[in-house]
């Protein structure tokens, strides 16, 4: 990796909290390549290409590392093919660019059955956007998650409340003393294209400014 670029990690506090359309949104706010490590399931339409439908033609998408079939946890995903997925196959692409990382589910979700998915974090070294949607039982996953990436010392740099929130339930994880990130919003989309997302980008670029290095 270039030196001064960033590498981010998205990841959730669950699955289905909208890290693909999150990712997309920081990818045209960062002007940042994209890349899904492991894609179970959907390979008719993947999130790889589901992000490239979402942002610039100048964007670049690179191939996952691993595609399985079975829309379950990378581990199970790739039992049921007889394969084992190792650190050796998650290489990251080679890229001048910022790079945004779209990992599956949350921290805890395995990979093999020996890692999951927040020990590869820790081992790339990078900071991490965590995503949050607002869902019965999102406080205890929310601050459950931040405690662990603090008890590996892992940075997080994106607090992402994703669509609609209570503003009591943003409130209460916002007053938690180890919540040391910067908090970003991504509207609930009632048209979701690239239009939409572009949108959202600007707007982040209006509230926090530009972080893409000259």
Not at 48 to 57: F, G, Q
Not at 60 to 86: D, M, N, W
Not at 122 to 148: D, F, K, M, P, W
Not at 154 to 169: R, S
Request: charged share 25%.
């Amino acid at each position: 990796m270039t030196p001064n670029r960033t590498t981010l990690f998205v990841t959730g506090i669950g699955t289905d909290v909208g890290k693909t359309i999150c990712s997309a949104v920081l990818m045209e706010w960062l002007k940042a390549d994209y890349w899904k490590p492991v894609q179970a399931g959907g390979l008719s339409h993947t999130d790889r290409k589901a992000v490239a439908e979402l942002t610039s033609r100048s964007i670049v998408t690179h191939p996952e590392a691993i595609r399985l079939k079975l829309p379950a946890s990378p581990h199970k995903a790739a039992r049921k093919e007889r394969k084992s997925i190792t650190v050796d196959d998650l290489v990251l692409p080679e890229t001048r660019n910022n790079l945004i990382i779209e990992g599956a589910g949350g921290l805890y979700v395995p990979i093999n059955e020996q890692l999951c998915m927040i020990d590869w974090i820790e081992s790339l070294g990078v900071e991490v956007a965590l995503v949050v949607r607002n869902y019965l039982g999102c406080i205890n996953h929310t601050l459950l998650s931040i405690q662990a990436l603090k008890q590996r010392s892992i940075p997080l740099k994106y607090l992402i409340f994703n669509g609609p929130f209570d503003e009591d339930t943003r409130r209460v994880i916002l007053s938690y003393p180890d919540v040391q990130a910067t908090v970003l919003t991504i509207p609930d989309f009632k048209t979701l294209n690239a239009e939409s997302i572009a949108r959202a980008a600007r707007r982040l670029r209006r509230e926090h400014g530009n972080p893409v290095p000259s």
